[in-house]
């Protein structure tokens, strides 16, 4: 199955800055996903990203806040924006294999002060 | 719309004692379905998976069956140890031009020694 290295894999950041997260997958893949999990919750997806079309964000999420950039099929990257405590969460970027599923990068823990 | 039930945790239980997590579903179509695993401070991993009734997905000796007739994918275990200790969510992916994972609350499971 897919390899996916996804950095940061932690951060501290002021509220009111923004962090770029990155997701590089050792293949080429068509769509890649973005989750948040909040501290004790389970996984909700933020949106869709394939390679050369704009992503499709899920009910909530808005691409003011969470742009996402997909330049190829190998990597794609999440930015939260203009941050604040309530962000604070963990974001894990997927991707999903024919035939095998969803693979899981290993998540960025931001923490928002 | 899709979602996933799961029940209400944490569960604790004594090393080599049998493991049932419930997971129920409701789903249009004929999804997957998958056990993931998350371990403290990592990033999640496919435990098993199932993709139509009556499939049974099994790894490191947990096991699932896909029933239709129940639309249920029940975790078991026949004999835990402190090492299974984690977060276990059960998700769906419903056929379709963008399938994505939904995913269950997911439990905390804690096997003491």
């Known amino acids: 199955s897919a390899v996916i290295s996804q950095k940061p894999s932690r951060d501290i950041c002021q509220r009111g800055t923004s962090l770029t997260i990155q997701c590089q997958v050792d293949s080429q893949v068509t769509m890649m996903f973005w989750y948040r999990q909040q501290p004790g919750q389970s996984l909700t997806l933020i949106a869709t990203?394939?390679?050369?079309?704009?992503?499709?964000?899920e009910s909530g999420f808005v691409i003011d806040k969470f742009p996402i950039s997909r330049p190829n099929l190998t990597f794609s990257t999440l930015t939260v924006s203009n941050m604040s405590p309530e962000d604070s969460s963990i974001y894990l970027c997927s991707v999903e294999e024919y035939r095998e599923g969803y693979t899981f990068g290993s998540g960025t823990r931001l923490t928002v002060v | 719309g899709n979602s996933v039930t799961q029940m209400e945790g944490p569960v604790t239980l004594s090393e080599e004692a049998f493991l049932t997590i419930n997971c129920t579903y409701t789903?249009?179509?004929?999804?997957?379905l998958f056990w993931y695993v998350q371990y403290p401070g990592e990033g999640l991993q496919l435990l098993l998976k199932a993709t139509k009734a009556d499939d049974k997905g099994s790894n490191k000796g947990f096991e699932a069956t896909y029933r239709k007739e129940t639309t249920s994918f029940h975790l078991e275990k026949g004999s835990v140890q402190v090492s299974d200790s984690a977060v276990y969510f059960c998700?769906?992916?419903?056929?379709?031009?963008?399938?994505?994972?939904?995913f269950g609350k997911g439990i905390t499971l804690s096997v003491r020694p």
């Open positions: 998700a769906l992916s419903a056929p379709g031009a963008n399938s994505k994972l939904t």
């Open positions: 990203a394939n390679q050369g079309s704009e992503a499709t964000y």
């Open positions: 789903a249009t179509g004929y999804p997957s």
